[in-house]
């Protein structure tokens, strides 16, 4: 049973505030929708839990932990993140397989988690030769890679068919069914809606909501409206001049 624990997360970019004092924990065995406007702070805080930004202040802990602290990390956190991107020089195996033997996963697992997201066919292509949806079939792979208890998935869905994601849909569900952490970030309301149990909403670095999707929607008529009920007016390009992120 392993939480993601957040408390007090500030990041300052400059004059920007992409996270204001964040707190949040994210749970194991349910899928954990992470949901906010452009600009809210989703990626600042995926980046910060992987050790890939510094936090201004305050802590981002997985099972107690800074990422920073793990040997093997890929055993422990799994990311589908558009940074982690592989070399496109290299075969999909072969970067799957430099990930693995850096953190003494055995090569048997490569071959597993290239049959799980589909892509056992393209094993050998380069990754320069991927559409993005192979692209991110394979960031996937790499993040199952170290049967880690905790996944994060940032915008899982880009560029995928709709089978895709749909095999993405089952894939969330059973990872939490196993008991694992799931957090899930997607601008698909619909397809938000069929896979979270819980969310969590960001709106300006800060926790607009942290509930059970039952009780998110409420008494609205969809996911959709209730959350542009909730963070209308928080989307940044609302109130002022910025760079889309
Ligand atoms: P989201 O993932 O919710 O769209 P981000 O975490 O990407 O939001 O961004 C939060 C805010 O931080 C935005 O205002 C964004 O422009 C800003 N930001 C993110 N990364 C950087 C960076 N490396 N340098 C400057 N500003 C950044």
């Given at each position: 049973m392993t939480l993601i624990e957040i408390r007090g997360l500030t990041k300052r970019y400059g004059p920007v505030?992409?996270?204001?004092?964040l707190t949040v924990t994210v749970r194991p065995g349910r899928v954990t929708g992470f949901l906010g406007p452009n600009g809210a702070g989703k990626s600042t805080t995926m980046r910060i839990l992987l050790g890939l930004d510094r936090p201004t202040s305050g802590t981002a802990l997985v099972g107690g932990r800074p990422y920073a602290s793990f040997a093997e990390p890929l055993r422990h956190v799994g990311a589908l993140l558009?940074?982690?991107?592989?070399?496109?020089?290299?075969?999909a195996r072969d970067h799957l397989l430099t990930l693995a033997l850096s953190n003494r996963i055995p090569a048997r697992r490569v071959d597993e988690v290239l049959e799980e997201t589909g892509i056992a066919g393209a094993a050998r292509r380069r990754v320069r030769t991927f559409s993005l949806g192979m692209r991110q079939r394979l960031g996937l792979a790499a993040a199952l890679l170290g049967d880690p208890p905790v996944v994060l998935l940032d915008e899982?869905?880009?560029?995928?068919d709709p089978e895709g994601i749909l095999q993405l849909r089952r894939l969330a569900r059973r990872l939490a069914g196993e008991g694992r952490t799931v957090l899930l970030s997607s601008h698909l309301m619909g397809e938000m809606a069929r896979t979270a149990d819980h969310l969590v909403v960001l709106g300006r670095g800060r926790l607009l909501a942290d509930a059970p999707l039952d009780e998110f929607v409420g008494g609205s008529a969809s996911l959709e409206e209730a959350y542009f009920a909730l963070t209308a007016g928080s989307a940044e390009f609302t109130h002022q001049e910025g760079t889309p992120s």
């Open positions: 505030c992409a996270l204001d004092g558009d940074a982690s991107a592989a070399h496109p020089a290299r075969t899982p869905a880009n560029g995928l």
